[in-house]
């Protein structure tokens, strides 16, 4: 049986829970459950502290876990990335006061609080920068107005709170995090993984394109196929209207109304967009 690890809490659990669903899998009913068994699927789910996820699968007491990158990388387990999962997206930065550290070579010799010390000692590390880490819990954007450090190192979204502190952002991003699906580093191949990791990129797949379909005359076939290209190709069927076809493809969502917009000028007519609930490619 799979046995595979889910964060129990915090912003990766609920996106992480409801991908699996989509991909067909049996998920807990209770949030007060720490275990699930999928016996259609022969999966067992473990639902666990996000932070000790890469631990359970490097050790490779668990074969599968969705993470964070950041907290991946933080833990220096032996695990590695699967996939990205596209959700749980944030961006680490280093800030400090103005006045004292304005760019990242400046941050030498200096403290740094922050929350993913493993994190920050790999990019300084990287970076061939000498600075001491000091480990604090939960937020940091105090730690230098109280004196225990000169520098932070930080999720970042708009900055205010780091604004709030007296602080600016210093140079370019630490990490770009996002959940992952992670497994021990080296872990022999397994059909039931490729199974799930096709599973998995197919929910990708279906969240990311739409199906639009559309009619229009064959002489402006061309036009229309070359807004709508598809994955591989576009599919073409005639119509019961002499001269016309119907076309059908795959296209990027952030991008159907555009598409629509240019295809009518083109003249295509009868544009219909549909879900895409699951899919192989």
């Known amino acids: 049986m799979l046995r595979i690890a889910i964060p129990n809490k915090g ?9 699996l669903r989509e991909a067909g899998y049996r998920q807990r009913g209770d949030d007060r459950d720490l275990l699930c068994r999928d016996e259609a699927n022969d999966v067992e789910f473990f639902y666990l502290r996000p932070r000790d996820i890469a631990t359970y699968v490097g050790s490779g007491d668990l074969d599968l876990g969705i993470t964070g990158r950041d907290l991946l990388v933080d833990s ?14 944030a961006t680490f930065r280093f800030a400090a006061r103005p006045d004292t550290v304005a760019t990242v070579d400046e941050i030498a010799g200096r403290r740094i609080a922050t929350a993913y010390p493993g994190v920050v000692e790999r990019y300084l590390a990287e970076h061939g920068i000498s600075a001491t880490v000091i480990r604090l819990d939960g937020a940091v954007e105090n730690a230098v107005r109280l004196g225990v450090a000169d520098v932070v190192a930080d999720v970042v979204s708009t900055g205010a709170t780091l604004r709030q502190a007296g602080l600016a952002i210093v140079g370019e991003p630490i990490l770009c995090s996002s959940a992952l ?26 969240r990311r394109y739409v199906m639009l379909a559309y009619d229009v005359r064959a002489d402006l076939l061309e036009k229309a196929t070359a807004l709508t290209p598809g994955i591989e190709s576009p599919t073409i069927s005639p119509l019961h209207r002499e001269g016309w076809v119907a076309v059908q493809a795959m296209v990027l969502r952030r991008d159907v109304h555009r598409i ?21 490619l």
């Open 11 to 19: 912003t990766l659990s609920g996106p992480a829970a409801q991908m």
């Open 76 to 89: 220096g387990s032996p695990a590695e990335e699967v996939l990205d999962l596209d959700f749980g997206a």
């Open 181 to 206: 699906l992670i497994r021990r580093t080296g872990a022999p191949g397994n059909v039931q993984v490729d199974q799930l990791v096709r599973r998995l990129q197919g929910v990708l797949v279906a």
């Open 260 to 280: 629509m917009d240019e295809l009518y000028d083109v003249g295509a007519r009868a544009i219909l967009v549909t879900d895409i609930h699951a899919c192989r």
